[in-house]
């Protein structure tokens, strides 16, 4: 899920039952929730109260409306990163490491998602070949 170039693409090119899928994804939103979100300030900060005048134009009607819906967007970054799009080199995958380290030293840290993904990626190759090995040994 974390692969920029495959998201849950990937699940679906390998052909995958859709309740893996969702599975997959469950398991990873609740990973990101319970280690990885970011935390919300505990004390927000209070912003001055101004003086009222009264609000007339457009844009504050426009205003006032992105208020009261609550700004409908996905605030869920996970969510937000699976409905992107995929991220190719021309034609071909990237480098999934190199990537998230990219968007990390440009200080774009997809809602928290970038620890994860690095945690993720660089998980180390041991367990994967200790689960080979005891499938090929039945």
Not at 101 to 126: F, T, W, Y
Request: glycine share 6%; hydrophobic share 40%; net charge positive.
């Amino acid at each position: 899920l974390m692969h920029p170039s495959f998201k849950d693409e990937y699940f679906k090119l390998a052909k995958w039952e859709p309740t893996w899928i969702a599975e997959a994804i469950r398991l990873a939103r609740e990973m990101w929730v319970s280690i990885y979100k970011p935390k919300q300030p505990t004390n927000p900060k209070t912003v001055p109260a101004r003086a009222s005048k009264p609000r007339t134009s457009m844009l504050a009607g426009l205003g006032n409306a992105a208020s009261t819906q609550g700004g409908n967007f996905p605030t869920n970054a996970l969510d937000v990163w699976l409905a992107g799009g995929l991220i190719l080199d021309r034609i071909k995958p990237v480098n999934p490491i190199r990537w998230w380290l990219h968007q990390k030293r440009s200080g774009n840290m997809h809602g928290g998602l970038i620890d994860m993904a690095l945690d993720v990626l660089n998980c180390p190759c041991e367990f994967k070949m200790f689960c080979f090995l005891c499938r090929s040994s039945f």
